[in-house]
């Protein structure tokens, strides 16, 4: 929340002067927790790897000894191990009947009181009327959302009135040469089931 805020700072007319105990989190060697390690998930597993951080994940199928040892992920057999331990909880599910509100209250309150949790998945993922009581009390320090429920949020949301959350508008894809693969993506499967072909891009394989 530092870099939100402090931007707020450095642009803002009343700003006389940078105060010098303005600090944030450290990224490097901290704890993430990324819970839906598929090919996105795994993908965030190589960067965070950058920074030297512990990865730990939970997955519906545990990935290969080789996949794991190659960004250093650990499994958690339990959620409840990642929620405790993790500085930063990234979710990265897909929204199914399973996932529905898989973040509430008892999943916050198991979270450390310094952790922040970042949802990159689908808004409803996170029960928002527990993420808006967690961050209000502190339970969490912060929350970082791309995706919220309803897009966009109602302007009288509770989570839009908080200091201690970043919301994007749904931008994680949003880049030119993204757009672009996804198209080309899309072509590439179209064109395969026209022609009688496997699907390159299959949501739920048979």
Not at 164 to 190: C, D, L, S, W
């Given at each position: 929340?530092?870099?939100?805020?402090?931007?707020?700072?450095?642009?803002?007319?009343?700003?006389?002067?940078?105060?010098?105990?303005?600090?944030?989190?450290?990224?490097?060697?901290?704890?993430?927790?990324?819970?839906?390690?598929?090919?996105?998930?795994?993908?965030?597993?190589?960067?965070?790897?950058?920074?030297?951080?512990?990865?730990?994940?939970?997955?519906?199928?545990?990935?290969?000894?080789?996949?794991?040892?190659?960004?250093?992920?650990?499994?958690?057999?339990?959620?409840?191990?990642?929620?405790?331990?993790?500085?930063?909880v990234m979710l990265v599910v897909n929204l199914t009947p399973e996932t529905h509100k898989l973040i509430g209250k008892k999943e916050l309150g198991l979270m450390k009181p310094t952790a922040t949790l970042i949802n990159i998945s689908r808004g409803a993922v996170i029960d928002q009327d527990a993420l808006v009581e967690a961050l209000q009390n502190k339970v969490i320090r912060?929350?970082?959302?791309?995706?919220?429920?309803?897009?966009?949020?109602?302007?009288?949301?509770?989570?839009?009135?908080?200091?201690?959350?970043?919301?994007?508008?749904?931008?994680?894809?949003?880049?030119?040469?993204?757009?672009?693969?996804?198209?080309?993506?899309?072509?590439?499967?179209?064109?395969?089931?026209?022609?009688?072909?496997?699907?390159?891009?299959?949501?739920?394989?048979?």
């Amino acid at each position: 929340m530092c870099s939100h805020s402090g931007c707020q700072i450095a642009v803002s007319p009343d700003t006389k002067y940078f105060a010098v105990n303005w600090l944030g989190v450290e990224v490097t060697k901290a704890t993430l927790g990324i819970i839906g390690m598929g090919n996105i998930g795994y993908k965030v597993a190589q960067r965070a790897r950058a920074f030297n951080m512990r990865i730990l994940y939970r997955n519906r199928n545990r990935r290969r000894k080789e996949e794991e040892e190659a960004v250093g992920a650990h499994y958690c057999e339990k959620m409840e191990d990642l929620l405790q331990q993790s500085d930063f909880v990234m979710l990265v599910v897909n929204l199914t009947p399973e996932t529905h509100k898989l973040i509430g209250k008892k999943e916050l309150g198991l979270m450390k009181p310094t952790a922040t949790l970042i949802n990159i998945s689908r808004g409803a993922v996170i029960d928002q009327d527990a993420l808006v009581e967690a961050l209000q009390n502190k339970v969490i320090r912060a929350a970082a959302l791309d995706v919220t429920y309803p897009e966009p949020l109602p302007r009288d949301h509770p989570l839009l009135k908080l200091n201690n959350i970043i919301i994007t508008p749904h931008i994680g894809t949003a880049t030119v040469q993204a757009i672009r693969m996804m198209a080309e993506e899309a072509i590439a499967n179209i064109l395969a089931v026209l022609n009688g072909q496997p699907i390159p891009s299959e949501v739920f394989p048979k």
